[in-house]
């Protein structure tokens, strides 16, 4: 099990960056990945991106080529950098690591609004 804090998140305009952060403690050696994720009143939670202890990465569709994951071993970070943001990508953003029996642990969310 592992804990996870998410930062990083608030208001910006369509266009603009933010850069989320999720600061990992506990047993980090028994996670397998670690991925992003967000939710918005009504839907699913949708994947948004991965990142495998190996730094094997993979997006969702609605992300791909504007946002960047990324993580610092050293640290115990793993970061979210999301660009040309629209309005749409408005959700709580929630970090997640994954074990190799397929449980997971989740952070508290974060919300990301982007709107002018």
């Known amino acids: 099990q592992v804990q996870l804090v998410e930062s990083g998140g608030g208001l910006v305009q369509p266009g603009g960056s933010l850069r989320l952060s999720c600061a990992v403690s506990g047993n980090i050696f028994s996670v397998s990945a670690m991925g992003w994720y967000r939710q918005t009143a009504g839907k699913e939670r949708e994947l948004v991106a991965t990142?495998?202890?190996?730094?094997?990465?993979d997006y969702g569709d609605s992300v791909k080529g504007r946002f960047t994951i990324s993580r610092d071993n050293a640290k115990n970070t793993v970061y979210l950098q999301m660009n040309r943001l629209k309005p749409e990508d408005t959700a709580v953003y929630y970090c997640?690591?994954?074990?190799?029996?397929?449980?997971?642990?989740w952070g508290q969310g974060i919300q990301v609004t982007v709107s002018s």
């Open positions: 997640n690591a994954k074990f190799p029996d397929e449980n997971d642990d």
């Open positions: 990142i495998t202890t190996n730094k094997i990465t």
